[in-house]
């Protein structure tokens, strides 16, 4: 059975930092390109970022370029996102899904908000 358990989440101000973290197991994670994905409560999905097996090669959505950091332990069978200067927009549920451009496995997420 596919899992995929994010946490992380939590309160943190603005120009703040947090780091996500999704534990993987079902499935051979080291093969399998991931994802995360957030939503704003209340409104539709956002794709914020994604890394190919072996953590080559990642890409990130405008709003976070240059903020959020994806990376993977492979050894762990754990995705992270680092995200650094936070801003209130940032606030939503954060999921980590299995797969890059067609995602077939979602977490329950983890909720950030960014507030003072």
């Known amino acids: 059975e596919v899992q995929l358990v994010e946490s992380g989440g939590g309160l943190v101000q603005p120009g703040g930092s947090l780091r996500l973290s999704c534990a993987a197991s079902g499935f051979t994670f080291s093969r399998s390109p991931m994802s995360w994905v957030r939503q704003v409560p209340g409104k539709g999905l956002e794709w914020v970022s994604g890394?190919?097996?072996?953590?080559?090669?990642?890409s990130y959505a405008d709003s976070v370029k240059d903020r959020f950091a994806i990376s993977r332990d492979d050894a762990k069978n754990t995705l992270y996102l680092q995200m650094n200067s936070l801003k209130p927009e940032d606030t939503a549920v954060y999921y980590c899904?299995?797969?890059?451009?067609?995602?077939?496995?979602w977490g329950k997420g983890t909720l950030v908000t960014v507030s003072s």
């Open positions: 890394i190919n097996s072996g953590g080559g090669s990642t």
């Open positions: 899904a299995k797969g890059r451009y067609g995602m077939d496995y």
